[in-house]
């Protein structure tokens, strides 16, 4: 990734990287899933785009659209991953076998697997350091649940996650996490997308956590994205928040043509406005 590069296209924009992704869950089949690849990299190679876009497939796609994607400003992500390189861990996908698809991000923590499949910040923890260990880019999904949310714990629940999914992490590898702020209240059919300025104050929070985990460094550059019922209606307006540094959409984004309309909203956002530059912690 050529972070130099992206600063410079992201100052036109008045600010820094913006990050657009595409979280397809359990979703597309093969043929979908080429189908999907091949159409944003023609568009993106025709139409280009400031924004850094990624796309988080499951595992059975995952070398086919690292392939089609490969060699275009595009990033690809998996969905999670053991900790462990290899072992009798039936069912699982280790940090090398996401290496050899072409995968670069990792998403870990994300409510579903915290809901569904008992995930725990220590497990997210283990795998955070072992995606790091291997030069993966961890995105770090927290949020607080309904509960939380309703008895005032919204900012304290996320503060302790994003600190136990941190511990013993080098400092120095801080500026390959990105961190995705997502409510479980706000993400799938039966979510409510959370209100701007509420995600913006959370993402100034989490920036302050990290700046404090860090001594001051690396924490102004952390790319803190949000998610929970992202479309094209809301994205643009998220945006404009000085803390947001990107989207991770999953329902709206999961035919192409949705997806870079959303995309589009945010360029064209972006090129109309001087949006505030991002604000320090
Ligand atoms: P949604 O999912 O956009 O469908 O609410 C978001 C997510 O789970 O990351």
């Known amino acids: 990734m050529n972070f130099e590069l992206e600063e410079m296209d992201m100052k036109k924009l008045g600010r820094r990287s913006i990050w657009l992704g595409s979280g397809w869950k359990m979703h597309k089949t093969l043929a979908e899933a080429i189908s999907y690849a091949k159409s944003l990299r023609m568009y993106v190679e025709t139409e280009g785009t400031n924004l850094h876009l990624f796309v988080v ?3 059975t796609v995952l070398h086919a659209v690292s392939q089609i994607l490969k060699g275009t400003s595009i990033d690809v992500g998996a969905q999670n991953m053991h900790w462990e390189d290899s072992g009798p861990f039936t069912g699982e996908i280790s940090p090398t076998m996401i ?3 072409g995968a670069l991000i990792i998403e870990l923590g994300h409510s579903e697997r915290r809901t569904w499949f008992g995930e725990t910040d220590s497990m997210v923890n283990m795998k955070v350091l072992a ?3 291997h030069g993966l880019r961890p995105l770090i999904c927290v949020g607080e649940v309904v509960n939380e949310k309703e008895s005032g714990q919204s900012e304290r629940a996320v503060l302790q996650q994003v600190k136990n999914v941190l511990k013993n992490v080098p400092m120095h590898l801080l ?3 990105m961190i995705a702020y997502e409510p479980m209240w706000a993400i799938g059919e039966s979510g409510t997308a959370a209100k ?3 995600v913006n104050n959370m993402h100034q929070l989490i920036r302050t956590a990290v700046a404090e985990f860090s001594q001051d460094c690396y924490a102004k550059s952390l790319p803190v994205l949000y998610g929970g019922s992202v479309n094209i209606n809301n994205a643009a307006i998220f945006i404009e928040q000085p803390n ?3 989207l991770f959409v999953g329902r709206a984004s999961l035919e192409v043509d ?3 309309q959303i995309m589009r909203s945010i360029e064209h956002k972006a090129s109309i406005s001087t949006l505030s530059p991002q604000s320090d912690y």
């Open 131 to 133: 995606a790091l260990r």
């Open 175 to 177: 500026p390959s996490i």
């Open 99 to 101: 290496k050899d698809t």
């Open 196 to 198: 701007p300025d509420y």
């Open 244 to 246: 947001i540094d990107g």
């Open 57 to 59: 497939p499951p595992f």
């Open 258 to 260: 949705s997806f870079i």
